[in-house]
């Protein structure tokens, strides 16, 4: 498996990026490069050219705009190029005004890379099934789940009538956002003996207003730290995912393996399945019965958490990349 040389891309700084990137270093020969920006382009392309030339595969984190530079080069050397997508790069939404799909500069981005790349990875098996409606080869089409470390030991809370709902960070809209809450708001409303607690940054909505007509069982935690995020995680009795369109999610995967009953649109059922409630995006009514059942539930939050463990655990992403890498006959290139 040394043989095999990688030229890795990226311009974020997720953990499940360094996390691959950890993977495929312990097992091939990488060589890595942060792209940081336009203005540093006369470098980033020599370096471009040199890792392409070296390597066997070329593996980019996101279909950014940086890969324009990158996809001739790769076909005029004769490389491989697999990228892994997330779920901004094939959504449609203009009523939310997301995704890559809305305009037309964008779009055109990525459906080129789409068209070229050798490989295309998705995180859940809708993510997988939108990237299929933008090319004509389906089976260079890969779902490969995103993982969590499972190996960690969760302390015990008691869990409390509590629902919590994680805001999207970065490429989720303005727009989203506040979809999104309006119908945490309105689901409370309904459901006056149950705290909701709404973390991430809100800066870009109009929180006077939000607050102004939110229930006082809704707190607002703001930005918090990964650890006040657990404790809230660990201590709530439903994780609250209402979304239009479907990328993966580490939030939902944390979640699950914290017993956290999921409720979440029918889009997550790949993820879910038999461990948690489901309600239509924008149907109110639908979730709150799905919380009120959730809250009742005694037996879905360990059934949630041993899903994670067999089928999101970091040694099963790990073997799954690995597979994907070896699979290709490349050592000739």
């Not at 439903?238 to 939030?251: A, E, M, Q």
Request: hydrophobic share 40%; glycine share 6%.
């Amino acid at each position: 498996m040394k043989r095999r040389k990688i030229f890795f891309i990226h311009s974020t700084f997720y953990p499940t990026v360094l996390e691959d990137l950890r993977i495929l270093r312990k097992h091939f020969k990488v060589k890595r490069l942060i792209y940081k920006g336009i203005r540093k382009y006369p470098h980033m392309i020599f370096k471009i050219i040199s890792g392409v030339a070296w390597s066997n595969i070329v593996v980019a984190w996101c279909g950014d705009a940086y890969l324009l530079m990158v996809l001739p080069i790769v076909k005029l050397l004769g490389k491989k190029l697999y990228v892994f997508l997330a779920s901004y790069e094939t959504a449609n939404m203009k009523e939310l005004n997301y995704g890559a799909m809305v305009k037309l500069v964008p779009r055109w981005r990525v459906k080129l890379i789409l068209g070229t790349a050798d490989k295309l990875i998705g995180a859940s098996l809708f993510h997988k099934k939108s990237v299929e409606k933008y090319v004509r080869k389906k089976d260079k089409v890969v779902q490969i789940n995103f993982a969590i470390n499972t190996e960690k030991v969760e302390p015990h809370y008691e869990k409390e009538n509590m629902v919590y709902f994680v805001i999207g960070g970065s490429g989720v809209t303005k727009e989203k956002r506040q979809a999104q809450i309006l119908q945490v708001i309105e689901i409370a409303k309904r459901l006056r003996e149950v705290k909701f607690v709404v973390i991430g940054d809100v800066s870009s909505i109009d929180m006077e207003y939000i607050k102004k007509i939110a229930s006082p069982n809704v707190i607002f935690t703001g930005f918090i730290s990964e650890d006040d995020v657990a404790k809230w995680r660990r201590e709530a009795k439903v994780y609250l995912r209402p979304i239009p369109y479907d990328g993966g999610s580490i939030t939902l995967l944390e979640a699950m393996y914290s017993e956290c009953i999921p409720v979440g649109t029918k889009i997550l059922k790949d993820t879910i399945e038999d461990t948690g409630y489901y309600m239509e995006w924008g149907d109110i009514e639908g979730g709150v019965k799905a919380i009120r059942r959730a809250i009742e539930d005694k037996k879905k939050g360990k059934k949630a958490k041993e899903r994670i463990v067999k089928y999101y655990s970091m040694k099963r992403r790990e073997e799954e990349l690995i597979k994907l890498i070896i699979n290709e006959n490349t050592l000739d290139r």
